[in-house]
Every structure is written in C-alpha cells, then in structure tokens.
C-alpha cells in the first residue's frame, strides 16, 4: 500500500459527461502529480500541484481541471468526455525534500462509452 | 527535452531465467533522477527504485539489479532468477531535478511487458 489514495476505483460514464477523480495524498506530502495512462499515449504527465497552488502543467485538455484543497487532497475534474478520454488516472504524492520519489496510488480507471 | 526510451516491448522468459530490460533517456540537464516502476496486472504503479545522476553506483535489492551508465544514457534492470510473479509491465522513468533536488514531472517509456512462465 503506497499511502495514497484514489476514488473512485472504477468510473463508467457516457460521453458528454463530467467527472471528478478524486485523491488523497500520503501523509506529510504535499505534492500531488496527476498522470493519464492510455494506449495510445502511454503514461503522461497532465498537471502537479504543490501545497494548494499549480506547479506544473503537462499534456492535460482545456476540458480538464484540477485543484488541491487545504488539507492537500486533490481532485482532478474531467467535462464534455470524449470516447478518447477513457484511460487509467493515476494520482501521486512526493514530499519536497531532496532524493525523493513519487508514490502511487491505485488508479481511476475511467470508461466513457 | 527529456525522452525515455524502452526498446523491448515485450520480453517472454521461463522461470529462473536470468532477463534485462533495457531503458535508454535523453535530458540536457546534469541533475536528474531515473526510476522503475512495476505495473503488475492489477494495474497499481509499484515503485522499485530511484537513482540520482551524480550516483552512478550499480545497486542490487535481492534478485533484482541495476546498471546505470551515464556514459551510455542507460539505466538498465536485471531480474536474477525470474519467477512468474515478476510477471508485469516494468516502467523506466526520467525526472528533471528541481531547486534543492526536488522531484519534479515523471517522463516514462512505453514499458515492457515481461512474462514469466512456469
């Protein structure tokens, strides 16, 4: 168990749609990295968030969204689903010190039919 | 830009064979870190091991094993005696290093696929 947290495990949801992913970092870490693993792309880095305030930006879509919230968790939301948006959303945490590393949690899979 | 390369797209062994997956990156910066992960079928990311640029020290955890060689740009990951539970997809993964060697964005390979059979 890597400490993090993801809800819900499974979403299946119709196109058009809008959904929130939600996760919970490891305590004590106060990053949190969305990533998006599909077929196609592989595992890509969409969006970081550092103690509330957007660090970093990857590949993620304007139809995209996330935020960090006070007590660190973070929720990733996805609108105007398309059949291509269906993936696996991982979330993961890493504290801010040197020689460290991101944990993993167990991953969204998202199917838009 | 960062890339990471994992040529092997699968790689198929009987047990207690001996495998070595390959990872080749390419960053411009000096400091960096490279990383495995394991995806087993269940599907969670399941961290091995971290290596910072200025280590270069090979490292050993058990049956598994790690070959880094700047020279090359490869970070390359040894099982020693396979077994079927090593059966997943194995992911290498390069980080840009941030101010005081904080981690930044994971960039990852294609992953390889190793099956284990009995």
């Known amino acids: 168990d890597s400490g993090v947290t993801q809800t819900p495990k499974h979403l299946i949801t119709a196109t058009g749609q809008r959904v929130t992913l939600r996760c919970s970092p490891r305590?004590?870490?106060?990053?949190v990295y969305w990533y998006q693993q599909s077929l196609d792309q592989g595992l890509q880095f969409l969006i970081q968030y550092y103690n509330g305030e957007e660090r970093a930006k990857g590949n993620i879509l304007e139809r995209f969204s996330a935020q960090q919230f006070p007590d660190l968790h973070s929720e990733l939301n996805l609108s105007s689903l398309e059949l291509g948006d269906s993936a696996l959303y991982f979330c993961?945490?890493?504290?801010?010190?040197?020689?460290?590393?991101?944990?993993f949690g167990q991953g969204t899979r998202l199917t838009v039919v | 830009a960062q890339k990471v390369t994992q040529a092997q797209t699968e790689i198929s062994v009987v047990e207690k064979e001996d495998v070595t997956l390959d990872c080749v990156y390419e960053?411009?910066?000096?400091?960096?870190?490279l990383f495995w992960y394991k995806q087993p079928p269940s599907g969670e990311l399941v961290f091995l091991i971290r290596r910072n640029s200025f280590d270069e020290q090979n490292e050993i955890s058990g049956r598994y094993s790690w070959n880094f060689q700047k020279s090359t740009s490869s970070f390359n990951f040894t099982i020693t005696a396979s077994q079927v539970v090593d059966s997943a997809v194995y992911f290498c993964?390069?980080?840009?290093?941030?101010?005081?060697?904080?981690?930044?964005?994971?960039?990852f390979g294609r992953g390889t696929q190793l099956t284990v059979w009995p």
């Open positions: 305590s004590g870490d106060l990053s």
């Open positions: 993964a390069l980080s840009e290093a941030r101010r005081g060697s904080t981690l930044g964005r994971l960039y």
């Open positions: 993961a945490s890493s504290v801010e010190v040197r020689d460290t590393e991101a944990f």
């Open positions: 960053t411009r910066d000096t400091t960096y870190y």
